[in-house]
Nanobody, 124 residues
Framework: QVQLVESGGGLVQAGGSRRLSCAAS????????MGWFRQDPGKEREFVAA????????LYADSVKGRFTISRDNAMNTVYLQMNSLKPEDTAVYYC?????????????????WGQGTQVTVSS
């Protein structure tokens, strides 16, 4: 069982930065891939970024590539999403998720555990 708690959301101006954190409980965090997804009301949930169990492999959605960075600290049971050059279209509730396996996945159905989400609002 893994419990996830996101933090770091809030209001930020376009062009600004924000770092999201996701603290995980449970002994099996370090062997799971982790992902960030986002969802705006009325839209489908969207893959943002993922990182494998070791942290050596990452994958990003085209919409955030070059602006967002996912990282993890297995000793602290935490995964991060550094968001730079934020745009109004990045506004959404951001969710972290723990994967079923250690390798990267981009579909939500391959993630077993989800946090409650944290709202990020980017003003123009």
């Amino acid at each position: 069982q893994v419990q996830l708690v996101e933090s770091g959301g809030g209001l930020v101006q376009a062009g600004g930065s924000r770092r999201l954190s996701c603290a995980a409980s449970g002994r099996t965090f370090s062997n799971k891939a982790m992902g960030w997804f986002r969802q705006d009301p009325g839209k489908e949930r969207e893959f943002v970024a993922a990182i494998n169990w070791s942290g050596y492999s990452t994958l990003y959605a085209d919409s955030v590539k070059g602006r967002f960075t996912i990282s993890r600290d297995n000793a602290m049971n935490t995964v991060y999403l550094q968001m730079n050059s934020l745009k109004p279209e990045d506004t959404a509730v951001y969710y972290c998720a723990a994967g079923r396996l250690g390798s990267i996945r981009i579909t939500g159905s391959e993630y077993d555990y989800w946090g409650q989400g944290t709202q990020v609002t980017v003003s123009s």
